[in-house]
C-alpha cells in the first residue's frame, strides 16, 4: 500500500509528531513498506479460528497483603530522612485531584 505525502502528514499530525519536510519521503517508504508486510496477514485462513485477545492464557496471580515491619532504628531513620511529614506520618503529593 503506498501513501501519498499528504497522507504521512496527515497521520504525522494525528501522531503530534514533528516531521520536516526533507523526512517526509523516508517515512513515506517506511510507513509503506510495513503496511505492505502487514498487508500479507489477509493472505492467511482464518476460517474456524477462534478470535482470541491474547495468544498466552492469563491468569490473574493474586497474593494475599503483608504487611512486612521493619526494626525502629530503620524506621526512624527512613522518617527521619523523608522531605515532608507531619509527626510519624510521611506527606507525599495527592494521588487524585
Known amino acids: 500500500m503506498e501513501l501519498s505525502i499528504e497522507q504521512i502528514k496527515h497521520i504525522a ?3 503530534r ?3 520536516k519536510p526533507e523526512e517526509e519521503e523516508a517515512f513515506r517508504e517506511k510507513i509503506s513498506s510495513v503496511l505492505e508486510y502487514l498487508g500479507q496477514l489477509s493472505e492467511c485462513e482464518t476460517d474456524g479460528v477462534e478470535p482470541m485477545a491474547h495468544v498466552v492464557p492469563l491468569v490473574n496471580a493474586w497474593r494475599p497483603d503483608e504487611i512486612v515491619g ?3 532504628e ?3 531513620k527512613l522518617i527521619d530522612a523523608f ?3 507531619e509527626g510519624d506520618l510521611l506527606k507525599v503529593k495527592a494521588v487524585f485531584s
Do not use: N, V
Request: with cysteine; proline share 7%.
Open 13 to 15: 499530525a494525528l501522531s
Open 17 to 19: 509528531l514533528d516531521i
Open 70 to 72: 521493619c526494626d525502629g
Open 74 to 76: 530503620t524506621r526512624k
Open 83 to 85: 522531605p515532608d511529614k
